[in-house]
């Protein structure tokens, strides 16, 4: 029994260890396959961008600024070229870890906005304006593929692969390079090979570190391809979980919107108690004094009774008015019945400066996302008329990809700052509850440049697009 024992423990060790150097040597081919794969994408933009630089260089040698443009056109080139291994790149590490280990990372890209044409003749990228239908093409790619979530994981991926795979290659390949070295260094390395002699000695301990050093790079080969699909995983994963720092931080962001929200809500509702009790109230009761006073000059005084009838009439008129107003600045009619555009021109008609209108909305968004935009450009018109010493302002209404897009362009003076005032902090905290970003390009001398974003749904496919000079 004893003996069938040791048999079957030996039987055991060594098909461990035929799987173990399988496996490393299924390692070694893998890793060998990702270091080819990694050198056309390496060479290919860093030819291009030395042939790019040296042709530029070689053209303009006559010229001071030579070495400059050269180097402008290296970086230019050099990235365009490697450009075109992001896509490809990324798919064929997708296919290798499903192959390799069933690890499937689906990959999903957001629409890119086709390019359209306003009434004004430039071109709308989905992100900004061009004249020149190529440049537009270009700005928009260049813009998608930043934004694109998917893409920006394929663009970080073709930056970590190279490095990431030379430094597993270069691992066991070291191991393995050291390993020959000692092996070969043992066998032919010494002339004294007496059992007791020191090059005997020094013959087996080289040739035993090399076979070691051997062994151990086979080995490791898996493990380093296995290091590379983990890295590839969370590079490339979409789907993966959300960081502990992350979630805190959208925890504390939500947090501070929804206070930002209920706060706005109750200074909202005091300004409505402050005006209804300074305003319309004080009027009113001062009109139901003024009945009572009338009903006992009716059979003493008609003439001063109807006086006062006058006087009352017309305090209930301007009572009228103010609820009116009052309504406006909650919510103005024109908004609630021919939507953001008519009431953006509305507007527009009484603003102190020339304002141009271009309003492209399939349908009307969400009525708080449409009082959010309304007032906000409220805010944007009165700080132009007031602060940028403009002679034009423009205001742009787009709904593309998800989004209510409002751009507010004035020739002034710029240098808008947020924090020299509480206009522009009161539109951000109020974009803020509908997770909408506020974006500001404003230089010295001008012109300023404000950009609303609010994430919405629109409710039909009906398009209506207008432009409109005020």
């Known amino acids: 029994m004893a003996a069938e024992s040791r048999i079957s423990g030996g039987g055991a060790v060594r098909v461990r260890t035929e799987a173990a150097l399988t496996a490393g040597g299924l390692g070694l081919a893998r890793l060998a396959l990702l270091v080819l794969g990694v050198v056309p994408t390496v060479a290919v933009p860093a030819f291009g961008a030395v042939f790019a630089g040296a042709t530029v260089a070689w053209m303009l040698d006559a010229y001071y600024p030579a070495a400059l443009f050269a180097l402008v056109a290296a970086v230019i080139a ?67 593929s930043l934004r694109d979530r998917a893409t920006r994981s394929e663009i970080l991926w073709l930056v970590v692969s190279p490095p990431l795979v030379v430094a597993l290659g270069a691992m066991v390949a070291g191991l393995l390079a050291g390993g020959v070295v000692y092996l070969v260094m043992g066998v032919r390395g010494y002339e004294s090979y007496g059992p007791t002699s020191t090059g005997a000695a020094t013959m087996l301990f080289s040739t035993l570190l090399g076979i070691g050093l051997i062994v151990l790079g086979v080995l490791l080969a898996p493990y380093a391809v296995r290091l590379y699909a983990e890295v590839a995983r969370r590079v490339l994963d979409q789907d993966g979980r959300a960081t502990h720092a992350q979630l805190t931080r959208r925890v504390a962001e939500l947090t501070e919107t929804r206070a930002d929200a209920v706060g706005s809500q109750a200074a909202e509702l005091r300004r409505i108690e402050r005006d ?5 109230q004080a009027r009113l009761v001062a009109i139901g004094m003024t009945l009572g006073t009338i009903e006992h000059l009716m ?13 009352a009439r017309q305090s209930s008129a301007r009572a009228l008015q103010e609820l009116r107003d009052l309504v406006r600045g909650i919510h103005p009619p024109v908004l609630a019945e021919r ?79 947020p924090t020299r005032g509480t206009g522009l902090r009161g539109i951000e905290r109020r974009l803020g509850t509908f997770d909408g970003v506020l974006a500001i390009d404003s230089t010295s001398g001008g012109p300023t ?8 749904e629109l409710s039909s496919p009906r398009t209506s697009t207008s432009f409109e000079k005020v």
């Not at 209804?276 to 319309?280: C, E, Q, R, S, Y």
């Open 299 to 311: 059979e003493t005084d008609p003439g001063a009774a109807r006086e006062l009838l006058s006087e």
């Open 78 to 144: 050099g990235l365009t070229l490697a450009g075109l291994f992001v896509r490809p790149g990324a798919r064929r590490t997708r296919a290798r870890l499903d192959s390799w280990y069933g690890l499937r990372l689906p990959v999903s890209y957001s629409p890119r906005p086709a390019l359209e044409a306003d009434a004004r003749g430039h071109w709308w990228t989905g992100y900004s304006y061009h004249r020149s239908h190529g440049v537009a093409r270009l700005a928009q790619l260049l813009h998608w």
């Open 449 to 456: 440049t404000i950009t609303l974003e609010l994430p919405c």
């Open 276 to 280: 209804l009790h300074d305003g319309a």
């Open 339 to 417: 939507g953001l555009g008519d009431a953006v021109r509305a507007l527009a008609l009484d603003c102190a400066l020339p304002t141009e209108v271009c309003v492209s909305l399939p349908d009307r968004p969400p009525a708080p996302v449409e009082a959010t935009a309304y007032f906000s450009i409220c805010e944007l018109l009165a700080n132009a008329a007031k602060h940028s010493g403009a002679e034009q302002v423009w205001v742009d209404i787009l709904y593309r990809a998800g989004r209510l897009r409002v751009t507010v362009t004035d020739d002034g003076v710029g240098v808008a700052d």
